[in-house]
T-cell receptor
């Protein structure tokens, strides 16, 4: 089967750093993506890792270790507006473009 | 760029009725995806198209669901007949051939009573 596991909820305070982990088990792998979704909104693309290592985009960074089937999203200098659900997603296989989403992590940023 | 446009935003219908959801992808995007989101099952891929051709419909729940893409700027997802368990938010997304990120529409919240 195919699965992507994430913690269901994370709570942090404004200004802090939080890490959201994702472990995956898929039949194929062509990159790990992260999406943000505010309550009632649409998922929004944040980042993509095809190779091992850290990718940084402003306050957000994403890491991938293919040998461990593991990645994480790091959010720094947390702001109230970062309160949202965060999904990891894997592109499954080269012949397809199926993006399979994880279970999602609800991040609550407290003042 | 207006993004991916979906209509309607909300749909309430009675069980047994036909429901049609509509999507206009971003101009120039070669891939179009239909997803369904529920609390129980999360974001599920239903079907996707490449250059207007259905490539993988293995996620379509059953024969009551059908999707078409008659041209590069329009797609529909139809449910006939609808059932209460079809209640969910349905998202359409598109992606360019060389891009990594999917752009999602605002979704259609479907309630079947």
């Amino acid at each position: 089967g195919q699965s992507l596991e994430q913690p269901s909820e994370v709570t942090a305070v404004e200004g802090a750093i939080v890490q959201i982990n994702c472990t995956y088990q898929t039949s194929g792998f062509y990159g790990l993506s992260w999406y943000q979704q505010h309550d009632g909104g649409a998922p929004t693309f944040l980042s993509y890792n095809a190779l091992d290592g850290l990718e940084e985009t402003g306050r957000f960074s994403s890491f991938l270790s293919r040998s461990d089937s593991y990645g994480y999203l790091l959010l720094q200098e947390l702001q109230m507006k970062d309160s949202a659900s965060y999904f990891c997603a894997v592109r499954d296989g080269g012949a397809t473009n199926k993006l399979i989403f994880g279970t999602g992590t609800l991040l609550a940023v407290q003042p | 760029d207006a993004g991916v446009i979906q209509s309607p935003r909300h749909e309430v219908t009675e069980m047994g009725q036909e429901v049609t959801l509509r999507c206009k992808p971003i101009s120039g995007h070669d891939y179009l995806f239909w997803y369904r989101q529920t609390m129980m099952r999360g974001l599920e891929l239903l079907i996707y198209f490449n250059n207007n051709v259905p490539i993988d419909d293995s996620g379509m729940p059953e024969d009551r669901f059908s999707a078409k893409m008659p041209n590069a700027s329009f797609s529909t997802l139809k449910i006939q007949p609808s059932e209460p368990r079809d209640s969910a938010v349905y998202f359409c997304a598109s992606r360019g051939a060389s891009g990594y990120g999917y752009t999602f529409g605002s979704g259609t919240r479907l309630t079947v009573v």
